[in-house]
């Protein structure tokens, strides 16, 4: 067994957020305790958060060498992007 | 009211000590997060002294606030039981001294809730969210040690049964309790006592750990001011700056 804790990851959602954001990365022996220190290390325990931990080799990433096959979109074909429709008042958060 | 501003005190020492002890271990955790939780606690309970200590000195009535009552009082007038002056020694003696003190604290705070003071109750309900997390804490370590690898084991049972005879102190109650629990300030001393260990049996079955009798002859003094001789060397050190340069401003 190896003596280092395995990395997690830790996404927080914030009192008033409406999304996890990544925050940052700790050592854990297991997904409870990583709980357990992200509240201590990045939460300091204000009321109303949601603690995601994922650990670290479960996360796969995109590679920065398909940059350009993945994010450079046509911009030209307008129709891709929604932007002609007015939004109704009462959908929020969009 | 004199036996109010003991028990007061009691509340206040008791956090202030410990706090001052986990303070010690800042930068000598095993790990950077448990180094983190380590210093929260001995934050919240820092915070928890504050109070207890202002309202004391509130209510004697003499001009003391939190400082003076802190830096400027000898070890003979220190009201905490001895379970928080035991040394940090290894990192089980700290966990288990912390699970014995957590257990009792938080069914304490509990009690405190619905005291009849309401100065008491606030403080009550602000502390009772961090003794709970606290709790849970050193009870999930425990058991994590308990029922680890035989070394942990062995660590833990060693840290529980030299800790033990300082366990059953806060539940000896004498005139100040008494009068505390006549006037409905403090809860009783039975379901405090049964409730604390309850819960211990609990989590040091979980954790494959021999829990002492609560019958055992347990160390007693802290309380009424009659220490262990380390708790002189604890104050020299935190009061020192305070002794030296005394009322100066910070």
Not at chain 2, 32 to 60: I, P
Not at chain 2, 93 to 99: G, K
């Amino acid at each position: 067994m190896s003596k280092e804790w395995p990395l997690w990851e830790v996404f927080i959602r914030s009192q008033h957020g409406l999304a996890h954001k990544h925050v940052g990365s700790l050592h854990a022996p297991d997904a409870e305790m990583a709980i357990n220190n992200a509240r201590d290390v990045y939460t300091r325990r204000n009321e109303g958060v949601s603690i995601w931990v994922a650990r670290a080799a479960d996360i796969v990433a995109s590679s920065p060498s398909d940059k350009e096959a993945l994010f450079d979109p046509a911009n030209s074909k307008v129709y891709r992007h929604p932007t002609f429709f007015p939004m109704p008042e009462e959908v929020k958060n969009l | 009211m004199d036996a109010k501003f003991q028990y007061l005190l009691r509340q206040g020492d008791n956090a202030l000590i410990l706090s001052q002890q986990l303070c010690q271990l800042v930068g000598k955790g095993p790990a950077l997060e448990e180094d983190m939780a380590l210093s929260n606690v001995a934050l919240d309970l820092l915070g928890q002294t504050r109070m207890w200590l202002t309202y004391a000195g509130e209510l004697e009535g003499r001009g003391r606030d939190e400082d003076r009552l802190a830096f400027l009082r000898d070890a003979i007038e220190y009201r905490n039981c001895l379970l928080v002056e035991q040394p940090n020694g290894s990192y089980a003696d700290t966990l288990m001294r912390q699970f014995l003190f957590d257990t009792w604290h938080y069914f304490l705070m509990d009690g405190l809730t619905r005291s009849s003071d309401e100065r008491i109750r606030e403080i009550a309900a602000k502390s009772i969210k961090e003794v709970t997390y606290h709790l849970r804490r050193s009870g999930d370590l425990v058991v994590r040690l308990g029922d680890g690898t035989d070394q942990s084991r062995a660590m833990m049972q060693t840290a529980l049964d030299e800790l033990w005879m300082y366990s059953g102190e806060m539940f000896l109650y004498d005139e100040i309790d008494n009068a505390m629990v006549e006037q409905g300030v403090a809860p009783g001393v039975e379901l405090l006592r049964k409730q604390s260990l309850d819960h211990m049996a609990e989590v040091f079955t979980d954790a494959t750990l021999a829990m002492p009798s609560p019958d055992a002859w347990m160390q007693r003094g802290g309380k009424q001011g009659r220490h262990s001789e380390r708790l002189g060397f604890i104050l020299a050190e935190m009061q020192f700056l305070q002794r030296a340069y005394p009322g100066a401003a910070w």
